[in-house]
Structures are given as structure tokens and as C-alpha cells.
Nanobody
Framework: QVQLVESGGGLVQAGGSLRLSCAAS????????MGWYRQAPGKQRELVAS???????NYADSVKGRFTISRDNAKNTVYLQMNSLKPEDTAVYYC?????????WGRGTQVAVSS
């Protein structure tokens, strides 16, 4: 059974940094795209960043230049380095993977940025 476990969320002041991690278990074959989404209160879930197995990345315009996504294929882990955080980055961040043509979600980790 595929499981995703996120870690690294927390409370930080504006301008600070956090690093999120998401480890996937229960996979036998290679994971295709891995990514991070976020959902703020009262808003729809949105893509933050994604990365293919080959390392190609895609970012939301709102985080370009501040966030960096990376992955360790040997560990089935995806990371999100978040710098220069803003109060509008406050949300629950969810890990997502595309595995054998199915999408899987983590339970989410809270990121709160104070002004």
C-alpha cells in the first residue's frame, strides 16, 4: 500500500525558511512526477511545484525564485525548500505523487508564516 509521510512544517516569521520532506513507501516501481500542493483556508488546493523523475521542474508563479523542489529517487523522497516566506504562503502543504498512473496524497503538513 502506497503511503506518503510529510514532515517539516511549522511556524516561521516572514522572511524565514522551512524545508518540507515527503517520503513515499509501498512502491515497487519508479515514481513518476512528485509534487507539492497547498490549500489555504477558504481557497482551493493549488499546485506549488512538481518534479519529474528526470528532474524537470515546474513552479507556481507565486513561488518562483523563492521555493526549490528536489527529489532523491533512491529514497523515494521529495523536498521543498521554501525561502523568503510570506504570510500568504500560510497553508496546509500536501505531497502528491503519480505512481502507476494513479495519484496519491499525503495527509498534509501545516505551514504558518507570521508577519
Amino acid at each position: 500500500q502506497v503511503q506518503l509521510v510529510e514532515s517539516g512544517g511549522g511556524l516561521v516569521q516572514a522572511g524565514g525558511s522551512l524545508r518540507l520532506s515527503c517520503a513515499a513507501s509501498g512502491t515497487t516501481f519508479s515514481i513518476n512526477t512528485m509534487g507539492w500542493y497547498r490549500q489555504a483556508p477558504g481557497k482551493q488546493r493549488e499546485l506549488v511545484a512538481s518534479i519529474t523523475r528526470g528532474g524537470s521542474t515546474n513552479y507556481a508563479d507565486s513561488v518562483k525564485g523563492r521555493f526549490t523542489i528536489s527529489r532523491d529517487n533512491a529514497k523515494n523522497t521529495v523536498y521543498l525548500q521554501m525561502n523568503s516566506l510570506k504570510p500568504e504562503d500560510t497553508a496546509v502543504y500536501y505531497c502528491n505523487i503519480n505512481y502507476l498512473s494513479r495519484g496519491y496524497w499525503g495527509r498534509g503538513t501545516q505551514v504558518a508564516v507570521s508577519s
